[in-house]
């Protein structure tokens, strides 16, 4: 038994063409051979089928489609059939329904989509899809086709042995005008009593990808998917890519994303074959246009085996105190477009590092890093399963429990949560008491007798934050021997691993410490995890988006914020960390520029802490007033931690000085309670720096008329390649707008690396330009925006990796060397740029306009002058720098002395790509630094009196990285202008092509033409994602 099916989307057919005759001419050709031993042929169409839900489109389409089944009945198949499904350029929106638009409205605030969605309501919102409904009663497959609703429907197709069922959803039923990602919900009760998978193969049809649905939808639609659903096939987004994903059955499915024709993609077909195990194995193949042949991309591991019905499962009823509990976010969080927030709504899996893996298996630090979504399995025999799981303050280990509880109770396990501060005995009857009463109390329906004589291997014992128990700390070690010995598998949370080290007496390096225990850590979220949460906020939104890209700046906008305010370890990277800045940055008022500065944003996270124990304002005032005495006092002593007595001495002269003797102790007890300052080993420290830096900088900024504080802020401007300096500039300038603080950073500016000349990048670079010579094009490889996001935001986090590593060999130091070394001078010259356009953007409203000028300029001058003194360097000698690349290549055994020829014009065009990465860098990094549409007439102003290359690259690159419109005229301009400057030429291009990476032109043509414009290879490449295996796992 053999099945081809062949998998069309974004037809996008609007009238006859040449051009739609031969693509459908060769699809035939090309697949003829193989289709004509199969016993059935099935034609899948996952949407948009006419441009504008054109009449003639529609017309069109008839004839190409039916053509092609023609063509296939015409082999020796027993069978052919096509299924199709709508796409939302099926949708008329010519004339605007203001009801349709106020229903969906209505649907998209639902809240579980569990609720029944009335016939009538799908009326209204399938009403523009009329002619698309029309078109299909063509087809003899599609007799039947979406009649009991319009959202879902199943067709099953009978063979000789066996039965392909068809699930065919309607994703386009909301559908708008602009699309807006993150917004489709379907009835999951539509979905649940048609999606119910019986023998044979089975394949689901839709439009959209499945991040097009509102997260909740997406994961019911999911797991109905996967969990009755061999293969996947969608549209939409114009880009060709598949990947496997296995659920938590074991059960494979692949999805396939089809492109358009218009796009010059392949597409995409399968064969099914059956073997003698009744299992299907799976071949792909993708159809190539231009060499007109059908490539074979088979797996060897790929096996689908026949779905059974599925099984529906009962799980184990809660009492609706603990679902509450379980669906609560644990803070106090606002979304401005919706109301109430669930877990769900917005959890994202943290990272884990694994503490004790098998030592055998020398297992480095990187593959050590595992998601936790994927790190628990627990066994229902034999010794079970044990996890410690570590994590600060604040790092997610109550959410993470919760996640797991569920997940639990979803796989037929009993979980029972114990809070720690709840243990209280070592007696072993007296902690099966306290397990039975906890279960009890949160199950419904079960008698204590019954929860005694349940199976223990299905009891899962999860003990939230342990480190709060009131045992004594030597009897904790005692507590978790007897628990183990009574249950098999147990998952404990602890603050950190002081609090492990403590009740087991041990080094971590011991292994007898953990008996079986496998331990973890949670890590902060890097770029990848902080990313998936920012836009997990952004899909709770109900506000439209004039387009796609236009989500993409405000998310880039948001992002930008976030990732400025974590810096490199100032706040800790936790997701309740990130959701309280979503919150304020989404929820300010746009006019109010006091609430929009990133003082506000890190007053908002220390007042957070501060109130936990919800204290007077003036008992707040008197919290703000110790830390920053004490922060001062630090600094300027130089202390990273004060011990015992210095910390007593401190307070006693602090009390003193203020007259408050009679309120210190409760102060500093509050203040220890807060977690701003910690005590570990006789220690007083900051728990985060930049608590530290805040503090710092709000001392200075109450005593910034004293002279003394002038010199000290003089001096740290003077010297911003020294970290806690710059920081506490940087922080010093979100909290005062003082002169003094714009006036000692223009002077730093002035005079740093003043003896350079700026770069112009005009005749001054001419020599740079002459080994311009058969330099190698950029490649733009065809990846989606949302997967080329992700490899630049991968490379953020291996980045920032390898620096936090340098980071923690490095001693800070407050200490002033008498003499700035030229790397420090560049250094300086960075980091001052970055505190500078802080400024400005942190206050760009009230600052005037010759102010603005000013300090934009001289962040300009700041890169350019550093710029100039590198490309110089090179410049005195660029044949030697050849010479000796190639000397280090010659020593490669991959490259032989015969080729001398190539290897030099390899060195040659190493070197000039290595200039145009320099030069590209330090531009970006003006952009980076003060790049904001709100500076628009300040960068005409600095334009206008500096006409050199450089000003006019920083210019285009501003445009492009930080306007909603892609300014591709001025780039016209430019381009033509840089003719014969092949450095500068380069940097355009390179910048122009980080562009069509990061955001979409949905004009495939257009995208051809900047590419040729700009020297740009555009490769036609597919990207195929690997096969993803883990239990849980998937894009």
């Given at each position: 038994m053999k099945y081809f099916l062949l998998h069309l989307s974004d037809l996008h057919i609007d009238k006859s063409s040449v051009e739609m005759n031969s693509y459908?001419?060769?699809?035939?050709?090309?697949?003829?051979?193989?289709?004509?031993?199969?016993?059935?042929?099935?034609?899948?169409?996952?949407?948009?089928?006419?441009?504008?839900?054109?009449?003639?489109?529609?017309?069109?389409?008839?004839?190409?489609?039916?053509?092609?089944?023609?063509n296939y009945n015409s082999l020796k198949v027993p069978r052919v059939e096509i299924i199709i499904t709508p796409g939302n350029h099926d949708c008329n929106f010519h004339n605007g329904d203001e009801v349709r638009n106020r229903v969906i409205r209505d649907i998209t605030h639902t809240e579980d989509g569990t609720s029944e969605v009335s016939p009538q309501i799908i009326d209204i919102c399938t009403a523009p899809q009329k002619d698309f409904f029309e078109f299909i009663k063509e087809f003899d497959s599609m007799q039947g086709a979406f009649q009991e609703n319009r959202i879902v429907w199943k067709k099953v197709i009978n063979t000789t042995e066996d039965v392909v069922n068809v699930y065919v959803i309607n994703s386009a039923w909301m559908s708008s005008n602009p699309e807006n990602q993150g917004k489709i919900i379907l009835p999951e009760k539509l979905i649940s009593e048609t999606m119910q998978p019986g023998n044979g193969i089975s394949v689901t049809l839709m439009h959209h990808p499945l991040s097009w649905f509102k997260p909740w939808s997406s994961k019911r639609l999911t797991d109905y998917i996967e969990s009755c659903s061999n293969i996947v096939c969608t549209g939409h987004e114009h880009f060709v890519r598949t990947y496997v994903k296995s659920n938590e059955s074991s059960l494979l499915t692949y999805y396939s994303d089809g492109s358009s024709v218009h796009n010059g993609n392949s597409c995409y077909s399968y064969l099914l074959e059956k073997n003698e195990e009744g299992n299907y194995s799976i071949s792909r193949y993708t159809l190539d246009f231009n060499s007109k042949v059908l490539n074979s991309e088979k797996h060897d591991d790929s096996k689908i085996s026949v779905i059974e019905p599925r099984q529906q499962k009962s799980y184990l009823p809660l009492v609706s105190q603990m679902k509450t509990f379980l669906k609560d976010i644990g803070a106090n969080l606002h979304h401005p477009h919706n109301s109430k927030l669930d877990l769900d709504d917005i959890y994202i899996y943290p990272d884990l590092h694994h503490l004790n893996p098998d030592p055998l298996k020398k297992i480095s630090y990187e593959s050590a890093i595992i998601n936790s979504e994927n790190a628990f399995s627990f066994s229902k025999k034999g010794a079970g399963s044990k996890y410690i799981v570590l994590g600060q303050s604040r790092s997610g280990r109550t959410t993470l429990l919760k996640k797991v509880y569920c997940n639990l109770l979803h796989d037929g396990y009993m979980p029972i949560w114990v809070k720690g501060d709840r243990i209280k005995s070592l007696n072993e009857k007296e902690i099966r008491s306290l397990i039975n009463k906890e279960a009890k109390d949160q199950y419904r329906d079960f008698s204590l007798d019954e929860i005694n004589t349940y199976d223990n291997y299905k009891k899962v014992i999860l003990i939230d934050d342990f480190d709060e128990s009131s045992l004594p700390r030597k009897f904790r070690r005692k507590f978790m021997d007897v628990l183990k010995n009574i249950y098999s598998?147990?998952?404990?949370?602890?603050?950190?691993?002081?609090?492990?080290?403590?009740?087991?007496?041990?080094?971590?390096?011991?292994?007898?410490?953990?008996?079986?225990?496998?331990?973890?850590?949670?890590?902060?979220?890097?770029?990848?995890?902080?990313?998936?949460?920012?836009?997990?906020?952004?899909?709770?939104?109900?506000?439209?988006?004039?387009?796609?890209?236009?989500?993409?700046?405000?998310?880039?906008?948001?992002?930008?914020?976030?990732?400025?305010?974590?810096?490199?370890?100032?706040?800790?990277?936790?997701?309740?960390?990130?959701?309280?800045?979503?919150?304020?940055?989404?929820?300010?008022?746009?006019?109010?520029?006091?609430?929009?500065?990133?003082?506000?944003?890190?007053?908002?996270?220390?007042?957070?802490?501060?109130?936990?124990?919800?204290?007077?304002?003036?008992?707040?005032?008197?919290?703000?007033?110790?830390?920053?005495s004490l922060a001062f006092s630090m600094f300027e002593n130089d202390h990273k931690y004060l011990d015992d007595v210095d910390f007593k001495q401190f307070c006693d002269d602090h009390a003193q000085r203020h007259d408050i003797q009679n309120r210190i102790d409760v102060i500093v007890s509050e203040i220890l309670d807060s977690g701003i300052l910690i005590s570990k080993e006789g220690r007083y420290v900051f728990s985060y720096r930049y608590m530290f830096y805040f503090f710092t900088a709000q001392y200075l900024s109450e005593k910034i008329t004293r002279d003394s504080i002038k010199d000290i802020i003089s001096s740290m401007a003077s010297r911003p390649h020294n970290e806690n300096f710059s920081n506490i500039l940087m922080f010093l300038s979100y909290l005062?707008?003082?002169?003094?603080?714009?006036?000692?950073?223009?002077?730093?500016?002035?005079?740093?690396?003043?003896?350079?000349?700026?770069?112009?990048?005009?005749?001054?670079i001419k020599a740079l330009n002459e080994i311009f010579v058969d330099v190698p094009k950029l490649v733009l490889k065809q990846i989606s925006t949302e997967d080329a996001r992700i490899v630049r935001l991968e490379e953020r986090d291996q980045i920032e990796t390898i620096e936090s590593k340098m980071q923690k060999n490095e001693e800070d130091c407050l200490e002033v060397e008498e003499e700035l070394t030229l790397i420090d001078k560049i250094s300086s010259s960075i980091k001052l740029a970055e505190i500078i356009g802080q400024v400005v953007k942190n206050a760009y409203a009230s600052l005037e306009g010759d102010q603005k000028l000013e300090l934009v300029e001289q962040t300009y001058l700041l890169l350019l002058r550093p710029l100039g003194l590198l490309l110089r360097s090179i410049m005195r000698e660029p044949e030697n720098i050849a010479a000796e690349i190639v000397k280090i290549m010659r020593t490669q055994p991959v490259y032989n002395t015969e080729d001398r020829e190539v290897v030099e014009a390899f060195a040659v065009a190493f070197l000039a790509r290595v200039c145009t990465i320099v030069t590209y860098t330090f531009i970006s990094r003006i952009s980076q630094f003060v790049g904001s549409e709100n500076l628009d007439m300040t960068y005409r102003r600095i334009l206008k009196e500096n006409r050199t290359t450089a000003y006019k690259l920083v210019d285009a690159v501003l445009k492009i990285n930080h306007y909603i419109d892609f300014p591709i005229a001025e780039l016209r301009r430019l381009n033509k202008e840089l003719e014969h400057n092949p450095l500068a030429k380069s940097v355009l291009s390179q910048t122009v092509r980080n562009y069509l990476y990061m955001f979409e032109i949905e004009n495939y043509r257009f995208k051809q033409q900047i590419c040729q414009e700009f020297g740009i290879e555009m490769l036609e490449l597919r990207r195929i994602e690997n096969i993803s295996k883990d239990k849980k796992g998937g894009r």
């Open positions: 459908f001419e060769s699809i035939f050709s090309i697949t003829k051979n193989i289709a004509d031993s199969c016993d059935l042929v099935l034609i899948l169409v996952s949407g948009d089928i006419a441009d504008q839900n054109s009449q003639q489109g529609y017309i069109e389409a008839y004839v190409l489609l039916s053509q092609l089944v023609e598998n147990l998952m404990v949370t602890s603050h950190d691993l002081l609090e492990i080290e403590e009740l087991t007496g041990a080094e971590p390096e011991a292994s007898i410490i953990y008996d079986g225990f496998n331990l973890f850590q949670i890590k902060e979220f890097g770029n990848i995890r902080r990313s998936l949460l920012i836009k997990k906020w952004f899909g709770l939104s109900s506000d439209p988006y004039v387009d796609n890209n236009t989500y993409l700046r405000e998310l880039d906008r948001v992002t930008d914020v976030i990732n400025k305010i974590i810096g490199k370890n100032l706040t800790p990277s936790y997701p309740i960390i990130i959701l309280v800045l979503l919150q304020n940055i989404t929820n300010i008022d746009p006019t109010d520029f006091k609430q929009s500065s990133y003082g506000y944003y890190y007053q908002t996270l220390i007042l957070d802490s501060l109130k936990k124990s919800n204290p007077s304002p003036d008992a707040i005032d008197a919290f703000k007033n110790f830390l920053s005062s707008k003082d002169p003094i603080i714009i006036e000692s950073l223009l002077n730093a500016a002035k005079s740093l690396l003043n003896e350079e000349e700026p770069i112009k990048l005009d005749e001054d």
